[in-house]
């Protein structure tokens, strides 16, 4: 168990629709990241959040948005979902305490649009 | 940007052998981070091992080594005395020395299936 916990762990929904992904990271950990794996990207950085501020972005769709609140949790919200949006999504957390700390990920949330 | 290529999308070897996935890199920098990564069929990303840039020692982990090549940008994975268990997505991945703003970097993955 990573200790990062992920919900739900499906979801399936209609296109145009808007879902909420929910992540609780590991204890002392002040660093989310989320990723999107589908079979033909792979594995995409999304965003990152440290602290509760946005830290870092990688290929997010404008549809997409996320935040960390101050408990540091982080939701990640898909809105006019489209079918390519079908995929698994990764929450990772770590401390950054000290450069190269690896991260550690929840079990996804696999979403369907249908 | 940094990109990471796995150049075998599947493997297949018998349980007890060793086997030795690939993994190259290209960075400009010259401190970073590599990682491996197993994704099992139940989906979870657990890490397996992780080296240094800096350190010219290669990493162990139990039966998990790598081969750490810094001028050839190389960084591959052996599994001594492989087990069923094994059988999993590996993933390369890549990470900046500044910390891990923008996270890390995947390589596409390979299968390595380990027949009983």
């Known amino acids: 168990d990573s200790g990062v916990t992920q919900t739900p762990k499906h979801l399936i929904t209609a296109t145009g629709q808007r879902v909420t992904l929910r992540c609780s990271p590991r204890s002392g950990d002040l660093s989310v990241y989320w990723y999107q794996q589908s079979l033909d990207q792979g594995l995409q950085f999304l965003i990152q959040y440290y602290n509760g501020e946005e830290r870092a972005k990688g290929n997010i769709l404008e549809r997409f948005s996320a935040q960390q609140f101050p408990d540091l949790h982080s939701e990640l919200n898909l809105s006019s979902l489209e079918l390519g949006d079908s995929a698994l999504y990764f929450c990772?957390?770590?401390?950054?305490?000290?450069?190269?700390?690896?991260?550690?990920f929840g079990n996804g949330t696999r979403l369907t649009v249908t | 940007a940094q990109t990471v290529t796995q150049s075998q999308p599947e493997m297949s070897v018998q349980e007890a052998e060793t086997v030795t996935l690939s993994c190259t890199y290209d960075?400009?920098?010259?401190?970073?981070?590599l990682f491996w990564y197993k994704q099992p069929p139940s989906r979870q990303m657990i890490l397996v091992i992780r080296?240094?840039?800096?350190k010219q020692q290669n990493a162990t982990e139990n039966r998990f080594s790598v081969n750490f090549q810094k001028a050839a940008k190389s960084f591959s994975l052996k599994i001594s005395d492989s087990q069923l268990g094994d059988t999993a997505m590996y993933f390369c991945?890549?990470?900046?020395w500044g910390g891990g703003a923008d996270g890390l970097t995947f390589g596409k993955g390979t299968h390595l299936i380990i027949q009983p």
């Open positions: 080296q240094e840039a800096y």
């Open positions: 990772a957390s770590s401390p950054q305490k000290l450069a190269g700390s690896p991260l550690h």
């Open positions: 960075t400009s920098e010259s401190n970073y981070y």
């Open positions: 991945a890549f990470m900046n």
